[in-house]
């Protein structure tokens, strides 16, 4: 299982609801960029993939579930995001396609939209017609920044997790292990990147004014 950041609240409601078998049909992760928001939906798709896992949060990382979901080609779980500035209808065609046949390796198939509030007027629409019938044994995850900028259609039938910017510690922490750089550099970037691991991970220490 990859390392999570923070965001323990909000495993623990997801965790709950996978073990009481209680999954709704539908999230949206809303949050800042580069908090975490995509991780804890690929964590999600990882723990209903893995072939050890007992009906909870976590994966074993060995299995042929958990090695096919971190490689991207598990065949129940399935990702749409912006092709170019948008996404378009005919990803979400393909999706709606994907989803008529039942799930192959896992108990259910999970679709992950990331940046769903990039998806055209036409794409949007077609999701909600999925969203209002959605298929047997499958769940969706909508991820976004901009939650503002999807259909209230589609956020009511969406059950919303919330995720808030990461501490600058938290950050800093981990930054100054993944870039190699000093204690005091790392809490210079976390500061500047507003609790955003996404940012703390690429930004230029020679832009950060002192």
Known sequence: MKQIIGHKSQIEQLRKAIESKRLPNAYLFVGPKGVGKRLVADCLALSLACLNNKGTWGACGECAGCIKSTNGNHPDQLLVEPS?????????????????????????????????????????NSLLKVLEEPPESTHFVLVSSMSHGLLPTIRSRSQAISFS?????????????????????????????????????????????E
């Not at 108990?107 to 939209?113: F, R």
């Not at 005091?184 to 832009?207: N, P």
Request: no cysteine; aromatic share 4%; hydrophobic share 40%.
């Open 84 to 124: 170019g500035e948008n996404i378009k209808i005919d990803q979400i065609r393909e999706l709606q396609s994907d989803l008529r046949f039942h799930s192959m390796e896992s108990a259910k198939k999970i679709a992950i939209v990331d940046d769903a509030d990039r998806m055209t007027e036409s794409a949007s």
């Open 165 to 209: 910017p990461l501490r600058d510690g938290d950050v800093a922490k981990h930054i100054a292990k993944g870039r190699g750089i000093s204690e005091m550099d790392a809490m210079r970037v976390a500061r500047f990147a507003g609790g955003s691991l996404g940012i703390a991970m690429t930004v230029d220490i020679d832009f950060i004014d």
